[in-house]
């Protein structure tokens, strides 16, 4: 009997971590964004607000895995600031921040969305969700005849990438009925934000308290092989990037969305890497593993890693707890004091990606 119960737990053991888990979707989000004069307050907003919008992508059951693109636009066909998809939020952050009003004013919303369509390598899934947020002002309209929004966007839908549609400013008639038609050719969302971008920020009692829960997430982190050094360093520079464009706030967002299993370093994280399937701490050469694990044992390597993964899900119950209790005080101001965020930038994106990822067959509990 013994033998048979020790052979049960050995099977046990083997099973994957995470078999009794749904299996994850996707979510594919590209952001084009005008990079023409009119629009420096509403890439600022972006800055600042990016945080929030991928802590709200994480309240998806199942919980996603989260894919941004960025491509700036702004001089017609010519020139854009183009960055790939990738699930390494950091990187994307980075790239954000290089994001100014430094293009000509030639803002070819047709152009922009085959850029998107054809140039990004969206996810293979049939399940996924794929979205582009064109993001601008003046007409839609612009452009030489095949690159027309009226052309490219019906090429979007084809693929089952949907095209939403976020005007800055205060459209005239005409204008507004182009943007309109970007998002009703793709089955998107329109929706009109104030050109200062609309950002409604609140100071909260628990911002401090997730400012230090953030740098004690940090310290859960152990850098290993050729992406390590690289990809410490930019997750410490992302942090001051984060508090640079919006404080504390801004940084107790980030807390947040770094509390969810789709904020994942595994490509230069032991800890992370170490809930990969097919991954193997033996095959780690030892040159490319922290000089204080290479004095260590394979087990005793083991035993710190789990160190580090039990900390580190700690830390994070108690972001997740102090973040819920944020987001109630913001409610509760924002009710005193009649504040809305009908015209803000994240709140558009919040609320075109919850209706759109519904149904992809993600769930959202009521906000």
């Given at each position: 009997?013994?033998?048979?119960?020790?052979?049960?737990?050995?099977?046990?053991?083997?099973?994957?971590?995470?078999?009794?888990?749904?299996?994850?979707?996707?979510?594919?989000?590209?952001?084009?964004?005008?990079?023409?004069?009119?629009?420096?307050?509403?890439?600022?907003?972006?800055?600042?607000?990016?945080?929030?919008?991928?802590?709200?992508?994480?309240?998806?059951?199942?919980?996603?895995?989260?894919?941004?693109?960025?491509?700036?636009?702004?001089?017609?066909?010519?020139?854009?600031?183009?960055?790939?998809?990738?699930?390494?939020?950091?990187?994307?952050?980075?790239?954000?921040?290089?994001?100014?009003?430094?293009?000509?004013?030639?803002?070819?919303?047709?152009?922009?969305?085959?850029?998107?369509?054809?140039?990004?390598?969206?996810?293979?899934?049939?399940?996924?969700?794929?979205?582009?947020?064109?993001?601008?002002?003046?007409?839609?309209?612009?452009?030489?005849?095949?690159?027309?929004?009226?052309?490219?966007?019906?090429?979007?839908?084809?693929?089952?990438?949907?095209?939403?549609?976020?005007?800055?400013?205060?459209?005239?008639?005409?204008?507004?009925?182009?943007?309109?038609?970007?998002?009703?050719?793709?089955?998107?969302?329109?929706?009109?934000?104030?050109?200062?971008?609309?950002?409604?920020?609140?100071?909260?009692?628990?911002?401090?308290?997730?400012?230090?829960?953030?740098?004690?997430?940090?310290?859960?982190?152990?850098?290993?092989?050729?992406?390590?050094?690289?990809?410490?360093?930019?997750?410490?520079?992302?942090?001051?990037?984060?508090?640079?464009?919006?404080?504390?706030?801004?940084?107790?967002?980030?807390?947040?969305?770094?509390?969810?299993?789709?904020?994942?370093?595994?490509?230069?994280?032991?800890?992370?890497?170490?809930?990969?399937?097919?991954?193997?701490?033996?095959?780690?050469?030892?040159?490319?593993?922290?000089?204080?694990?290479?004095?260590?044992?394979?087990?005793?390597?083991?035993?710190?890693?789990?160190?580090?993964?039990?900390?580190?899900?700690?830390?994070?119950?108690?972001?997740?707890?102090?973040?819920?209790?944020?987001?109630?005080?913001?409610?509760?101001?924002?009710?005193?004091?009649?504040?809305?965020?009908?015209?803000?930038?994240?709140?558009?994106?919040?609320?075109?990606?919850?209706?759109?990822?519904g149904r992809k067959g993600f769930a959202f509990e009521a906000k």
């Open positions: 009997m013994k033998t048979l119960m020790a052979f049960v737990a050995l099977c046990l053991a083997a099973l994957p971590l995470r078999a009794d888990e749904p299996e994850r979707g996707v979510v594919d989000v590209v952001f084009c964004i005008d990079r023409s004069g009119s629009m420096s307050e509403v890439i600022q907003t972006a800055k600042e607000k990016v945080w929030a919008i991928v802590s709200d992508v994480a309240k998806a059951k199942p919980i996603p895995v989260l894919r941004i693109g960025l491509i700036g636009y702004g001089s017609a066909d010519t020139e854009y600031r183009f960055f790939p998809l990738t699930d390494d939020l950091d990187a994307v952050y980075r790239d954000l921040m290089t994001f100014q009003t430094d293009m000509g004013g030639d803002e070819w919303v047709g152009a922009a969305v085959k850029k998107a369509t054809v140039d990004m390598k969206w996810s293979a899934d049939k399940n996924a969700l794929r979205v582009i947020f064109m993001v601008g002002n003046e007409t839609a309209r612009q452009g030489e005849e095949e690159l027309l929004y009226t052309r490219t966007v019906p090429e979007a839908i084809r693929r089952d990438i949907v095209v939403n549609a976020i005007y800055c400013g205060k459209p005239s008639q005409e204008e507004e009925m182009t943007w309109r038609e970007v998002a009703k050719l793709a089955d998107g969302a329109y929706t009109v934000i104030d050109l200062s971008g609309g950002a409604v920020t609140i100071a909260t009692p628990m911002d401090d308290k997730l400012v230090e829960l953030n740098k004690r997430l940090n310290a859960t982190y152990i850098p290993f092989g050729k992406h390590g050094k690289e990809g410490a360093a930019n997750q410490a520079e992302q942090d001051a990037n984060s508090e640079a464009n919006g404080g504390s706030s801004n940084m107790a967002q980030r807390a947040a969305a770094k509390s969810w299993d789709g904020y994942n370093c595994a490509r230069w994280d032991l800890v992370d890497a170490a809930k990969e399937k097919d991954f193997k701490l033996e095959e780690v050469k030892d040159e490319d593993l922290p000089e204080d694990l290479r004095k260590l044992s394979l087990e005793d390597r083991k035993a710190r890693i789990e160190k580090m993964r039990a900390e580190r899900e700690a830390v994070q119950k108690d972001v997740v707890a102090t973040n819920t209790e944020r987001e109630a005080f913001i409610a509760a101001e924002m009710k005193k004091k009649n504040l809305t965020q009908d015209q803000a930038f994240d709140e558009a994106v919040r609320r075109a990606v919850r209706e759109q990822a």
